[in-house]
């Protein structure tokens, strides 16, 4: 019994795949004259042939996370003065506006306060020591003492930590006008790099956290991609991506394992040659895939995404013809805005239409 529903099972497997297969539809000749196209507004584009390998992605061009900082407002207050601008470079310590806030000055004094009284702690701990060693003093009194000067340095050292950490320098010999007021500092950069982000607030009010700056070293850039999990099956670490249009190179160095809600896969690459590649931008690249998907005798090819168009439910072109034009159907393996990566029996030096694509399925149909 279990047999023979393996064996229903089996036909009705074949019977299925049998129909899907018949679906694709066979190719279509359709006469038509050079008049008849120039009239239709059809032109033409030839398909490029190219690696199994490749895959075409859209990719963001990024700068490592270690490679940028973000600085906000410390405190409440406003921009007294921008030192730089975008695009402008700075190095670890170098202001870059100064910024006045009441808030920054009660902490410079509650600072000053921590250190007289870890100062006079350490003063009084050092004197009860040698009232101990005297014998005039019992331990208890000492250990009090002890006591007081740890937690007087605790709070020094919170006060110095708070300041650090709002990243503001009170002190530059270049400028010594702008701290005339106590409550006046200089935000410093981090680190090295470039101005990429300003927003210029001078005299208004802002709130903790407001953006102000953006730093990045660009001497380094990353590609993000997102792509779909099918894309990302033959895509390894170490898979070569090339951006024509700019004239650079990128390594992959990793594929998550996991795809997103959207069904997406995330995959970053270091870029090795730069090119013309700006931070920010957002490119077209083509993944030279080293574990190259098996074709069913279909050399893969390149054509306009414009080229592309639905017939009978499957993907197909117009292929330029002695007498006319093919609708030809195609698989499509990737694509994007721009181009597209298509399996097809096409010959070398095909031209596949990418302009008056409606009209041709127009005069398809009436030979239906």
Same mark, same amino acid.
């Given at each position: ?9 089996? =036909? ?17 000749? +359709?006469? /038509? ?54 695009? !402008? ?21 509650? +600072?000053?306060?921590?250190?007289? !009284? ?6 009084? /701990?050092?004197? %009860?020591?040698? *009232? ?12 009090? #003492? ?9 709070? =020094? ?14 002190? !530059? ?27 210029? /607030? ?13 730093? $990045?070293?660009?001497?380094? +850039? ?10 990302? =099956?033959?895509?390894?670490?170490? %898979? ?28 970053? $690459? ?52 002695? #007498? ?19 399996? $097809?029996? *096409? ?19 009436? !030979?239906?």
């Amino acid at each position: 019994m279990f047999r023979s529903h393996i064996v229903r099972l089996s =036909l009705f497997s074949l019977i299925l795949s049998g129909s899907l297969q018949a679906q694709e539809f066979a190719p279509k000749s +359709l006469k /038509l004259t050079a008049n008849q196209q120039a009239a239709m507004g059809v032109n033409f584009a030839q398909a490029i042939s190219v690696d199994s390998g490749s895959v075409l992605i859209s990719a963001s061009v990024t700068v490592p996370p270690e490679k940028q900082a973000i600085l906000s407002a410390p405190y409440p207050g406003q921009l007294s003065q921008m030192v730089v601008g975008v695009g !402008d470079p700075v190095k670890v310590g170098s202001p870059l506006a100064y910024f006045t806030s009441p808030q920054m000055g009660d902490s410079r004094q509650k +600072l000053l306060e921590a250190t007289s !009284d870890a100062r006079l702690a350490k003063e009084a /701990l050092i004197r %009860d020591n040698e *009232l101990f060693k005297e014998g005039i003093i019992p331990q208890s009194r000492l250990n009090i #003492t002890k006591a007081k000067a740890e937690n007087a340095n605790a709070m =020094l050292m919170a006060r110095q930590s708070e300041l650090k950490a709002a990243g503001i320098n009170f002190d !530059d010999p270049k400028n010594k006008e702008a701290f005339k007021s106590y409550a006046t500092g200089a935000l410093k950069s981090p680190i090295q790099g470039t101005v990429v982000e300003a927003h210029n /607030l001078i005299g208004q009010r802002v709130d903790t956290g407001t953006l102000l700056f953006r730093i $990045a070293d660009i001497s380094t +850039l990353n590609l993000e991609i997102n792509t779909s999990g099918f894309k990302a =099956l033959g895509i390894q670490p170490g %898979d070569e991506i090339v951006i024509a249009s700019r004239n650079a190179k990128a390594k992959v160095t990793g594929v998550s394992q996991a795809v997103s809600a959207s069904q997406s896969a995330r995959i970053r $690459a270091v870029v090795e040659e730069r090119g013309t590649l700006q931070m920010g931008e957002v490119v077209t690249a083509t993944i030279q895939a080293r574990l190259k998907p098996k074709v069913q005798d279909k050399t893969l090819w390149q054509v306009p995404s414009r080229a592309l168009t639905s017939w009978k439910g499957q993907s197909a072109i117009f292929i330029l013809s002695g #007498t006319g034009v093919v609708l030809q159907p195609v698989s499509v393996i990737s694509s994007d805005d721009d181009l597209a990566s298509i399996q $097809a029996p *096409l010959s070398s030096g095909a031209k596949v239409a990418v302009t008056g694509i409606a009209s041709l399925k127009a005069l398809a149909q009436k !030979d239906e």
